[in-house]
């Protein structure tokens, strides 16, 4: 029983730009089912960043920032992208004052992954050669095999992957140095002569994120493979017979289903035991 904490306050970050998407709901139901499991109680507040421009303050205690479409280096500019990077400045600023016992987490997802590794400045943020989109494996560095967040899960295991753009050229040099690391990367391709992409970062002890999506689940790429631009997607880039495996996979418990039951959990896990020891220190 969880009674040292009486309430974890999320803010959930919506990037999608007003497009119709799973994620949001996905998201949703992964937290509930957290805290329903965890027998806490929670609240949470949805900031439509990009059509409202409208972000958290600092009085929530975990943050996920969604993904989301549009290229990740053409937004640099704009009202909702430059506020969305002083929002995780704030956050940095108030996770490095010791006088804050407890510390803020945020999980960074596909667009806003993106968005941090530009901030961090992480490697080279480009556009790939053409869409990927679908459910592939994804490897595991070894230093990664040492995250929480990683608990339970296979190597490679299985994750929906849809983007334009990629993290490439990793820094590592200067990731090394701000205490961050890749944990993992996309399936090795030995006909193709591309660098892997980088599909997930440790920022800090206290911002995670991947290029994926961990939070994905069957029903939400069903709905997506029921629409003839997906489908063709897929068809034109790994052939029909790889969209029925993908397909098939939807259904499978070890595949994508796992992943949504274990990765986002592990972290809020993760998070939720560090607001209870900080509670308590406090």
Known sequence: MAMEKECVRFAILDLNDGHPNQGMR?????????????????????????????????????????????????????????????????????NENPGNEQKKYVFFICHSFQLASRYFNAG????????????????????????????NLNDPFYAVDSRDFQLIQPNLSLLNDMGAYITCIEKERPHVPYE???????????????QFHPEADADGMLKHFQSED????????HGEAKLTSM???????????????????NFLNEAYNHIVSASLVI
């Open 26 to 94: 996905c998201i949703k139901e992964i937290v509930y089912r957290w805290a329903n499991e965890k027998q806490v109680d929670l609240t949470y507040d949805v900031f439509d960043v990009r059509v409202n421009n409208d972000l958290p303050d600092m009085s929530y205690d975990i943050y996920i920032s969604s993904g989301g479409p549009g290229d990740p280096l053409s937004t640099r500019f704009d009202d909702w992208d430059i506020n969305w990077n002083k929002w995780l400045n704030e956050v940095l600023r108030w």
């Open 124 to 151: 080279l943020i480009c556009k790939r050669r053409s869409t990927s989109f679908g459910v592939f494996p994804i490897h595991i560095l070894p230093e990664g095999k040492m995250h929480p967040v990683f608990e």
């Open 230 to 237: 997906k489908r063709n997607t897929v068809i034109e880039n």
């Open 247 to 265: 397909i098939d996979q939807l259904k499978d418990p070890d595949k994508i289903l796992w992943t949504n039951k274990h990765l986002i959990p």
């Open 196 to 210: 892997r992409a980088v599909m997930g970062i440790s920022f800090n002890p206290y911002m995670f994120g991947t």
